[in-house]
């Protein structure tokens, strides 16, 4: 859905303001995902390698490259070549522009906290994430390539927080919580599903449920 814009902010950076503050609002959510699935316990990683190993293992690996190709998206350059970015430097670039110059100033050092946390994610984004550096890939035949860590993460989300709470404040008089973001279905939604599936299978083995109790329910399959 897309986000409306706020006629609080200055007309020119409205549309921007409401497309950034939506990635970012979808980013925390992704990562908020990411922990519930693979980051809370070891009980969780034992439930899907017993049930759905190969499918963990890829949404794994799906959800943290595009949480970092997210991050490097909000923080590249204000232009590549002649072409804008819908950045937060371009954010910041149009804020300077309509005169908005204190908020713009004070992005500043924000906005290079953030592009330094970020520095190792826009690496893997550039080197095999994103693209296949020839160099990087023969020698990860070798040398397993290895991903951030959560605290990597997490340094970098406070980072962005951090400026979009700048931004934000000056103009509304308050900030959004990401970080707290409510969705209505979330990953301890797939987690629950996996552990009655798991225990939907014991039940039958013990002879508790008819072992046609599935096919019955679902004659066709699913």
């Known amino acids: ?22 990635d970012v609002t979808w980013l925390h959510g992704r990562w908020q995902i990411y922990r519930q699935l693979f980051g809370i316990s070891k009980a969780r990683i034992d439930l899907f390698n017993e049930t759905a190993s190969t499918v963990a293992s890829i949404l794994h690996d799906v959800l943290l490259r595009d949480v970092q190709i997210a991050i490097c998206k909000l923080g590249d350059s204000a232009k590549s070549g002649r072409s804008k970015n819908l950045t937060l430097r371009r954010l910041q670039s149009e804020l300077r522009d309509a005169g908005e110059i204190d908020v713009a100033d004070q992005m500043g050092p924000l906005l290079d906290t953030f592009e330094t946390a970020s520095k190792a994610v826009r690496d893997r984004r550039n080197k095999w994430i994103a693209h296949s550096d020839l160099d990087t890939l023969l020698e990860a035949r070798t040398k397993p390539l290895h991903g951030p860590s959560r605290q990597e993460i997490e340094t970098i989300l406070t980072a ?32 629950n599903a996996f552990a009655r ?26």
């Open 1 to 22: 859905m897309v986000q409306p814009v706020d006629s609080r902010f200055p007309e020119p950076v409205q549309e921007i303001w409401a497309t950034i503050w939506s």
């Open 160 to 191: 962005l927080r951090d400026v979009m709470h700048c931004v934000e404040d000056k103009y509304t008089g308050g900030t959004t919580a990401h970080e707290r973001l409510v969705m209505n279905h979330t990953g301890e939604h797939v987690i």
């Open 197 to 222: 599936a798991k225990r939907y299978e014991e039940l039958v083995k013990e002879g508790r449920i008819p072992r046609d109790d599935f096919r019955r329910r679902f004659p066709s399959g699913l």
